[in-house]
């Protein structure tokens, strides 16, 4: 089986965003998005599990994301696909899910998958809009994935408790973080990582056409950054004895009891 | 500006969050004001609808729509966008309406904006509220399509009702040979006990701090007293100690309950972004330095195994008498 992971790489650290462009400042060091790194994971006990097939990481973003997808690499997939180009930059939903799904359509795997969110925009939505472009079925919020005769068992955790889904393959499936614990890189997997193809492509090597691509392709803008309201008067005391009969009163105030 | 509100529904009644949007269109007063609900043997809700402020449900009853999968409702809503001519569709975020909008999004190129808790219109122009990094930055966000698409975070609206009615149309939808390709084969959805956490105005919710798992027992005994949900921390759910259906979080619940009672939890990040919308928060910590007492509206430095039971005797004999 041929698994694509779409991977991103997230700033590292603390996070601003540029009041000039306001976009996310991507000028620090990058990171892999934690998220993605269990969508790695699921990906290579897939693997493993049948002993044979390929796990490609496919991700958008600038040229050092580089250092990220390695970081995957080292964790055993087997090579690298990342869609850089100035062009892309400032791209919403609408524009990343349009390029991605034409970097996928190249690779044509039996399964697709995604990490639940990005860490740096809090996305969480990015594969359904893949999955629509590439007409192919899709599930999130996985807590299992089971394969089995060209099929996959996904048992997704929602608000009400747990669903299991069927679908087809090949298929586009979001998975959770508590699908798994992600494997460290060994010593072997971090230096083998840097032998491991990683291959730059350009909007324009997968047929992305500019106004499609970047802010010109984009569907959403951002006006303003403001400060978060304050909250109101906030009260802290230390327990006395007294706190419980304290708190009844505060509820009581606040008409709360 | 036409606007149609996702309805989402569960257990045979439309959810808060959904209601909750509904009214929130009503009252930006601009046109009218239609709502679609997909399912089967969802005739019914149209007219819950209608008391909250659609003037026109959409009713799209198919036998494969009566499982909760995105891709057969991004059909329906692209077929109403097509048809009816809708600009602005608004979902309260869920698992469900997270995939439909996103999918919605591609397949008409339309700007999506998300985690909005509020949505205004200033010179004109729809303006979507949203925090972003950890609520540090509060951004004002806008689109350039012609349809707009927004997901609200849960508890940004409460549903209030207007006593209006809908008229009700029913609608067919071809579906995409694709959207059938995904099945549900089973479901197993915990039926909680009390009210559903999502939809408590009361929640007491423990941590770590509490010390270990038989010691839940003093925040469900305070939330009994109370009327409310029990929540729980991410640390506890993935000790085992207390079910992920309760679980308050990014990874979890979003909770805006008008109270919210936090006992031995720290406030990590991950959990503050589940509550920090509730109307009062008062958590109890040993530790004077938890950064929950940041956001907390009364904090007490104390011993839960000593101030949860104790207000709870309290709270008790309040009721009482």
Known sequence: MKIAVCVKQVPEGSRRIDPETKRLDRSGEGALNPFDSHAVEEALRLKESTGEGEVVLVSMGPAKAQDALRKALAMGADRAVLVSDEGAAGADLVATSYALAKALERESADLILFGQQAGDSDGAVLWAAVADRLRLPVASQAAEVEHADGKLTVKRQTEFGYDVIEAPLPAVVAVSDAINEPRYPSLKGIMGAKSKPQEALSLADLGVESDRAGEAGSRTEVYALNDPPARGDSRKIEDDGNAAQAILDFLAEKRLV | ????????????????????????????????????????????????????????????????????????????????????????????????????????????????????????????????????????????????????????????????????????????????????????????????????????????????????????????????????????????????????????????????????????????????????????????????????????????????????PKLTELVKQRKAS
Request: glycine content about 12%.
């Open chain 2, 1 to 308: 500006m036409s606007t149609l509100v996702f309805l989402e529904h569960h257990g045979n009644e439309l959810l808060k969050g959904s209601l909750g949007v509904l009214s929130k269109a009503a009252s930006l007063g601009e046109a009218e004001v239609a709502g679609v609900v997909a399912g089967t043997g969802v005739r019914a809700l149209a007219d819950e609808a209608g008391k909250f402020g659609a003037a026109k449900v959409y009713v799209a009853e198919d036998a494969q729509l009566e499982a909760p999968l995105s891709q057969p409702r991004v059909d329906v809503l692209a077929q109403l966008v097509r048809d009816k001519g809708f600009d602005t569709m608004l979902f309260a975020n869920s698992v469900l309406a997270a995939d439909v909008a996103a999918g919605l999004a591609a397949r008409l190129d339309a700007g999506i904006n998300w985690d909005l808790t509020d949505i205004v219109r200033e010179d004109g122009k729809l303006v979507g509220k949203r925090p972003a990094l950890q609520d540090s930055v509060y951004v004002d966000v806008g689109w350039t399509s012609e349809v707009r698409l927004a997901l609200f975070r849960p508890g940004s609206f409460d549903p209030s009702a207007t006593g209006g009615s809908a008229e009700v149309e029913e609608i067919q939808v071809a579906l995409e040979d694709f959207s059938s390709g995904a099945r549900m084969i089973d479901q197993a959805h915990e039926e909680s006990e009390g009210p559903s956490i999502e939809d408590a105005q009361v929640i007491v919710a423990g941590g770590r701090g509490l010390g270990g798992p038989e010691n839940f027992t003093l925040v469900e005994e305070l939330a009994k007293a109370l009327g409310g949900a029990v929540g729980a921390t991410r640390a506890v759910v993935d000790a085992g100690w207390y079910p992920y259906s309760t679980q308050v979080g990014q990874t979890g619940k979003t909770v805006a309950p008008k109270l919210y009672i936090a006992c031995g939890i720290s406030g990590a990040i991950q959990h503050k972004v589940g509550m920090q919308s509730s109307g009062v928060i008062v958590a109890v910590n040993k530790d004077p330095n938890a950064p929950i007492f940041e956001f907390s509206d009364l904090g007490v430095v104390g011993d839960v195994h000593d101030v949860v």
